[in-house]
């Protein structure tokens, strides 16, 4: 948006240098260490430390989990999302307050919390477990936790397009004729779709990076629930730096691959949008 | 804006809808907030009152405090700057900037932590000049305020830009035309107008700065009563099989959620009753 300005406001040189200056001294130059480290390494070293047995089977565990994660996510993201804006019942704005407590609330005390609760003498553990399902100490458990730490980001991002939709549409739609499922494929559907994508691509990446949340009720068996950060911590604790920063610079790179990633589609589709209206 | 009346009567599916919603909030949230006290105020209100009191758990207080004070201090002022210069000029790079500034939002903590490691560690760049001057970051108090600095730095500048945005900005270039300077706009007109977006950011970058577990466990090094946070008291605790004590840790941490969670109602609650505009939860409007 370019508006014609004519009394400029003062402060563009002292603000740009200051914040330049903060985000290279916070931001740039850690990551820039953690870069120039990880390719000090060389190519075939750098391969054998990030790519070996036990650290894929910690990718695979992390990006797995964080994908089983963001699903039950989008599940109960929109539910939510759904039933905080289109009904009212007491306790909505309690429900709607709660959906902001998994940001808020330290990961740790999370973490024991879960464990405390899906143990075999937690609160819910208990029942689950004698029905097969056994949520600590398994993939599923890392996957609860990653949906616990990310839930608010669908729900936080299709809210606010549900309640701005006009429901005129959707009432003319039903007194057509039309059945409420045909209307919300038809009508909703395509006003949350891209809202729910953006919601569950933050969850995923926000599940990638878990760590305090998940590494009590995870177990950490080596090639069964250990993830990414749990290794990464422990070649650290050996003093094995290179192994570390190997593992580190993959963890990164992934998440800004995936943050531009998810930049570019949003702009992409602001720009369809905006050409098909 | 439009209010949607509510339909009085709910049919059977939205009543099934509601029951599952509250249901899986209840599963995933609610039970998990309720353990933290019921765990924690199993043996009753002495043992508790004990673990609180315990030299470990103060310092561990003491600490967390100190470091989080220092950081929303830091992060506050960085914000403030940032969003002056992201809602009132354009730029080349001005998206670039942005997206750099919410980069640790999205990037493992543990990722970062490993890189300031790699910056103040014995191994790091400055690792060997800080040793030759006896100056100690890693697993000390400053590494922890750094890490919690830039864990916690794209809190306050994400609540106040959407707000800043959405107000505009006539009346800062109507004081500028008048003869205010820099500092009397700042000061007299926006952030009068952005407090309550403000006040929040500030709430949620402290929650945070409390809560910070990932991060600051690679950097602390963990020293019990000189370099351990609370969250780091918790884990302890927790892997000393005194779960009694990690809980009652974590009530603290649970309080300062609980509280912010509170005073973002009530800032809601104040808004929604003296504007007609509606409320997101990302960008909080204030008042008009």
Redesign the interface.
Same mark, same amino acid.
Request: net charge positive; no cysteine.
């Given at each position: 948006m #370019?508006r014609n300005?004519?009394?400029? $406001? !003062?402060?563009?040189k002292l603000?740009?240098g200051?914040? *330049?200056l903060?985000?290279s001294l916070?931001?740039?130059? !850690?990551?820039s260490?953690?870069t120039?480290?990880a390719s000090s390494l060389g190519f075939k070293d750098f391969l054998s430390l990030a790519f070996n047995a036990r650290t894929l089977s910690s990718y695979y565990v992390t990006f797995g989990c964080a994908f089983g994660a963001m699903l039950i996510d989008l599940v109960?993201g929109l $539910?939510?999302a759904? #039933?905080?804006t289109?009904?009212?019942?007491p306790?909505k704005?309690l429900?709607d307050?709660?959906?902001?407590?998994?940001f808020? $609330? !330290?990961?740790?005390?999370?973490g *024991?919390?879960?464990a405390?609760?899906f143990g075999a003498h937690?609160?819910?553990g208990q029942w689950l477990e004698p029905l097969g399902i056994k949520v600590a100490y398994t993939p599923l458990g890392v996957t609860?936790a990653m949906?616990?730490v990310s839930?608010p980001f669908v729900v936080?991002t299709v @809210?606010?397009v549900l @309640?701005?939709l006009d429901?005129e549409v959707e009432e003319a739609a039903t007194t057509l004729g039309g059945s !409420?499922i045909v209307n919300f494929w038809k009508i909703i559907f395509p006003e949350i779709r891209s809202p729910a994508l953006v919601g569950a691509s933050?969850a995923y990446?926000?599940g990638?990076?878990?760590?305090?949340a998940v590494i009590?009720i995870a177990g950490n068996l080596p090639f069964h629930t250990e993830i990414?950060?749990?290794l990464?911590?422990i070649r650290?604790d050996e003093h094995d730096?290179p192994s570390?920063?190997a593992i580190?610079m993959v963890?990164?790179a992934v998440?800004?691959v995936?943050?531009l990633a998810l @930049?570019a589609a949003h702009a992409y589709s602001q720009r369809y949008l905006e050409k098909s209206a | 804006m439009k209010r949607h009346d509510t339909t009085p009567t709910l049919g059977i599916s939205a009543r099934l809808l509601i029951g599952a919603g509250i249901a899986a909030s209840l599963f995933l949230i609610g039970i998990p907030l309720i353990t933290i006290f019921s765990a924690a105020f199993k043996e009753g209100w002495q043992v508790y009152w004990k673990n609180i009191s315990q030299p470990d758990t103060l310092a561990a207080i003491r600490l967390t405090v100190f470091a989080a004070l220092v950081s929303v201090l830091v992060n506050t002022v960085f914000g403030v700057i940032a969003a002056w210069l992201l809602a009132h000029f354009r730029f080349p790079g001005r998206k670039l900037l942005l997206s750099l500034i919410e980069l640790p939002l999205s990037m493992p903590s543990i990722v970062a932590g490993t890189a300031y490691l790699f910056i103040y560690g014995a191994q790091g760049w400055l690792g060997p000049w800080l040793m030759e001057h006896h100056l100690k970051i890693m697993f000390a108090v400053p590494g922890i305020i750094l890490i919690t600095v830039f864990v916690t730095c794209p809190f306050v500048i994400r609540e106040i830009l959407p707000v800043m945005e959405s107000q505009g900005q006539d009346e800062e270039d109507a004081a500028h035309t008048l003869g205010a300077n820099g500092w009397q706009i700042l000061l007299r007109i926006t952030l009068p107008k952005i407090r309550w977006g403000l006040f929040y950011g500030i709430m949620l970058c402290n929650a945070r700065a409390f809560g910070e577990f990932g991060a600051v466990s690679v950097v602390s090094g963990a020293i019990r009563g000189e370099t351990s946070t609370l969250t780091l008291q918790v884990d302890q605790l927790y892997h000393d099989y005194n779960s009694t004590g990690a809980f009652a840790s974590a009530t603290l941490l649970a309080l300062i959620t609980i509280v912010t969670l509170m005073i973002k109602l009530s800032i809601e609650h104040s808004s929604t009753a003296k504007s007609s505009d509606s409320i997101t939860s990302s960008s909080m409007a204030a008042e008009s």
């Open positions: #370019i300005r004519k009394p400029t $406001l !003062p402060g563009f603000t740009l200051l914040t *330049i903060f985000v916070v931001i740039l130059f !850690p990551l260490a953690l120039v480290k109960f $539910l939510l759904w #039933i905080l289109r009904y009212s019942f306790g704005n429900l307050i709660a959906m902001d407590l998994p808020t $609330l !330290p990961t740790a005390v999370a *024991i919390s879960l405390a609760v937690g609160w819910l609860l949906a616990f839930l936080r @809210q606010p @309640q701005e429901r !409420p933050l990446i926000r990638l990076g878990e760590f305090g009590y990414t950060s749990l990464i911590y650290l730096y570390a920063a580190a963890m990164l998440s800004l995936l943050l @930049q | -």
